[in-house]
């Protein structure tokens, strides 16, 4: 077996993966970044089917915002010198609710005080509930700052004097902080709407984690980048290249090896020998002792009960149409769709567990916001859903295409009827990824997108109050969806950051 060694090696290249390896490359450390799949990104990437490059993951982009403003991810990519061409979202989302008795058609802006007029004009007297909910949104972001910079360690007295509302909050869900702010029931429906992008339903969502995103969205509005999530990916594998580290692909690492509770090495599957301290891994947690870790087993059977608790998140399925007429010509007027059967996403949450023939969708039409991605002539629209546990169970290699592609005809049949449009005559290419496409194509356990679920005890405050203790074995540090920022681009990146700091405040403390 071949060896070599490394300061720190991180294992995956997923949008945590690669913050992590720029984080410390930039900081000096010799840095190895090892990837499975032939390309950088894990979800954040790009496919090529006819005509079309297609879009796999980003609908929009959180805390990124623009030159004189730019929010927490957009100056961690100006600080490495990123070279990515952003393109504004043009909207919030429009919210279509399908059922005959809740009938619901609104568009919402971004802006902070454009999307409280517009709340305004949809449900008259919304606007003061609405207005406090969202004070209460920007101390929460303000306080996750503070935690945030405080690595895990914050002052207790200033969490009491200057984040009193935000600790008050911080054990409730979304629910409990809508109902008790007095928001009328309509205008919660409508705050509601970004609730799939956290997969888990406002019942039991944090409050702290939903509240940050919105107020993020509206304050810095959301950006994609101009050549897909792929850009950013090869954007971030240029920066770790510049700053000296080393990236392979087409490698899969097998195992941490771990000697008296600290990391030694890692060992892959082209049977070579990495000897480092440090690993940082985008490989879920539970996948990581569960099947990775050696050497260790009376600390892995702690942090399995740990993991065992936590509830792994939505398994994707997405439905990519290359379509060869024009958006305006099909009557997609707008860029980001959230297409939803009921306003009752208890409802809709539990209607995860089946294969029902109308699940919600998020879509997305990227010519909305690039017209130029797509052919003249043609468009791009990209429509999500999500499932849970053992929905995707019964499918086999015999219905697995069957399966598929009933879903996808369903979800035609349901634009069509929720958007009024025609879009069916206008397919050109299609392609679907399924919980098993994301299970092969970015390791995801279970086909799961969503690392594990934010419940109110499981969200972004409690696991960033963890931070400290979260430390089973000394030089092995988690990233990613899975990880302590809990999923989504901005998170994944940050929580590389985050990492690849203290991997780097950890060397030097060994010196
Ligand atoms: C359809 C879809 C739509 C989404 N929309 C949005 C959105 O609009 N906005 C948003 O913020 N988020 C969105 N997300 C969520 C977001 O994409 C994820 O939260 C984020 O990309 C997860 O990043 P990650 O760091 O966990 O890495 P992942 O993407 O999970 O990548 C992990 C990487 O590690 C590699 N790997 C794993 N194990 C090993 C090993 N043993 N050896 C080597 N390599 C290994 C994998 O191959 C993979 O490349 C969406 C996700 C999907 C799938």
Same mark, same amino acid.
């Given at each position: 077996?071949?060896?070599?060694?490394?300061?720190?090696?991180?294992?995956?290249?997923?949008?945590?993966?690669?913050?992590?390896? $720029?984080?410390?490359?930039?900081?000096?450390?010799?840095?190895?970044?090892?990837?499975?799949?032939?390309?950088?990104?894990?979800?954040?990437?790009?496919?090529?089917?006819?005509?079309?490059?297609?879009?796999?993951?980003?609908?929009?982009?959180?805390? /990124?915002?623009?030159?004189?403003?730019?929010?927490? #991810?957009?100056?961690? &990519?100006?600080?490495?010198?990123?070279?990515?061409?952003?393109?504004?979202?043009?909207?919030?989302?429009?919210?279509?609710?399908?059922?005959?008795?809740?009938?619901?058609?609104?568009?919402?802006?971004?802006?902070?005080?454009?999307?409280?007029?517009?709340?305004?004009?949809? /449900?008259?007297?919304?606007?003061?509930?609405?207005?406090?909910?969202?004070?209460? #949104?920007?101390?929460?972001?303000?306080?996750?700052?503070?935690?945030?910079?405080?690595?895990?360690?914050?002052?207790?007295?200033?969490?009491?004097?200057?984040?009193?509302?935000?600790?008050?909050?911080?054990?409730?869900?979304?629910?409990?902080?809508?109902?008790? *702010?007095?928001?009328?029931?309509?205008?919660?429906?409508?705050?509601?709407?970004?609730?799939?992008?956290?997969?888990?339903?406002?019942?039991?969502?944090?409050?702290?984690?939903?509240?940050?995103?919105?107020?993020?969205?509206?304050?810095?509005?959301?950006?994609?980048?101009?050549?897909?999530?792929?850009?950013?990916?090869?954007?971030?594998?240029?920066?770790?290249?510049?700053?000296?580290?080393?990236?392979?692909?087409?490698?899969?690492?097998?195992? !941490?090896?771990?000697?008296?509770?600290? /990391?030694?090495?890692?060992?892959?599957?082209?049977?070579?020998?990495?000897?480092?301290?440090?690993? !940082?891994?985008?490989?879920?947690?539970?996948?990581?002792?569960?099947?990775?870790?050696?050497?260790?087993?009376?600390?892995?059977?702690?942090?399995?009960?740990? &993991?065992?608790?936590?509830? /792994?998140?939505?398994?994707?399925?997405?439905?990519?149409?290359?379509?060869?007429?024009?958006?305006?010509? *099909?009557? *997609?007027?707008?860029?980001?769709?959230?297409?939803?059967?009921?306003?009752?996403?208890?409802?809709?949450?539990?209607?995860?567990?089946?294969?029902?023939?109308?699940?919600?969708?998020?879509?997305? #039409?990227?010519?909305?916001?690039?017209?130029? #991605?797509?052919?003249?002539?043609?468009?791009?629209?990209?429509?999500?859903?999500?499932?849970?546990?053992?929905?995707?169970?019964?499918?086999?290699?015999?219905?697995?295409?069957?399966?598929?592609?009933?879903?996808?005809?369903?979800?035609?049949?349901?634009?069509?009827?929720?958007?009024?449009?025609?879009?069916?005559?206008?397919?050109?290419?299609?392609?679907?990824?399924?919980?098993?496409? &994301?299970?092969?194509?970015?390791?995801?356990?279970?086909?799961?997108?969503?690392?594990?679920?934010?419940?109110?005890?499981?969200?972004? *405050?409690?696991?960033?109050?963890?931070?400290?203790?979260?430390?089973?074995?000394?030089?092995?540090?988690?990233?990613?969806?899975? $990880?302590?920022?809990?999923?989504?681009?901005?998170?994944?990146?940050?929580?590389?950051?985050?990492?690849?700091?203290?991997?780097?405040?950890?060397?030097?403390?060994?010196?």
């Amino acid at each position: 077996m071949s060896e070599r060694t490394y300061d720190v090696v991180v294992i995956g290249a997923g949008n945590g993966g690669l913050a992590a390896a $720029a984080t410390t490359a930039q900081k000096g450390m010799k840095t190895l970044l090892i990837e499975q799949h032939t390309l950088p990104g894990g979800y954040a990437s790009s496919f090529v089917r006819g005509r079309f490059e297609f879009e796999p993951s980003l609908h929009e982009l959180c805390d /990124v915002g623009k030159e004189g403003e730019w929010g927490a #991810c957009g100056t961690f &990519f100006k600080d490495l010198g990123l070279d990515i061409e952003w393109v504004p979202v043009p909207e919030a989302y429009r919210m279509v609710i399908t059922d005959k008795d809740e009938k619901l058609d609104v568009k919402m802006p971004f802006g902070l005080n454009e999307y409280i007029d517009k709340m305004e004009e949809y /449900v008259p007297g919304s606007r003061e509930s609405v207005t406090n909910f969202f004070d209460l #949104c920007q101390e929460v972001l303000d306080a996750i700052g503070y935690l945030g910079a405080s690595k895990g360690n914050p002052d207790k007295k200033v969490l009491t004097s200057k984040y009193s509302n935000f600790l008050k909050t911080a054990s409730y869900s979304v629910d409990q902080v809508e109902k008790a *702010l007095k928001i009328p029931k309509k205008a919660r429906d409508i705050l509601n709407a970004y609730w799939c992008y956290l997969g888990t339903d406002t019942e039991k969502l944090g409050f702290t984690i939903y509240g940050a995103m919105m107020i993020k969205f509206l304050l810095l509005g959301a950006y994609i980048p101009k050549m897909r999530s792929h850009e950013i990916s090869l954007a971030f594998e240029k920066a770790i290249r510049d700053f000296g580290g080393d990236v392979i692909y087409g490698t899969k690492v097998e195992k !941490i090896l771990v000697e008296n509770g600290s /990391v030694v090495g890692v060992t892959t599957d082209k049977g070579e020998k990495i000897n480092t301290k440090h690993v !940082i891994c985008n490989a879920p947690r539970h996948v990581a002792f569960g099947n990775m870790v050696e050497g260790a087993d009376e600390i892995k059977e702690k942090a399995n009960r740990e &993991f065992n608790s936590r509830k /792994v998140g939505g398994k994707g399925y997405v439905a990519y149409f290359g379509l060869n007429k024009t958006a305006k010509e *099909l009557g *997609l007027t707008d860029y980001s769709y959230f297409i939803y059967p009921t306003v009752d996403n208890k409802k809709l949450y539990n209607s995860m567990f089946e294969r029902g023939n109308n699940p919600m969708q998020a879509i997305v #039409c990227l010519n909305n916001a690039i017209p130029d #991605c797509s052919p003249p002539g043609t468009s791009m629209l990209t429509v999500t859903t999500l499932y849970k546990d053992g929905a995707w169970d019964d499918v086999n290699e015999t219905n697995y295409v069957q399966v598929k592609n009933k879903i996808a005809k369903d979800i035609v049949r349901n634009i069509e009827s929720a958007l009024n449009v025609k879009i069916s005559d206008a397919i050109e290419e299609y392609s679907v990824a399924s919980p098993q496409t &994301f299970a092969r194509y970015a390791c995801a356990y279970d086909g799961s997108i969503y690392g594990y679920e934010s419940e109110t005890w499981d969200s972004l *405050l409690p696991r960033l109050l963890m931070m400290k203790d979260d430390l089973y074995i000394n030089g092995l540090r988690f990233v990613g969806g899975f $990880a302590f920022r809990c999923h989504g681009y901005s998170s994944g990146y940050m929580s590389g950051n985050t990492i690849g700091l203290l991997t780097y405040k950890d060397s030097l403390e060994e010196k």
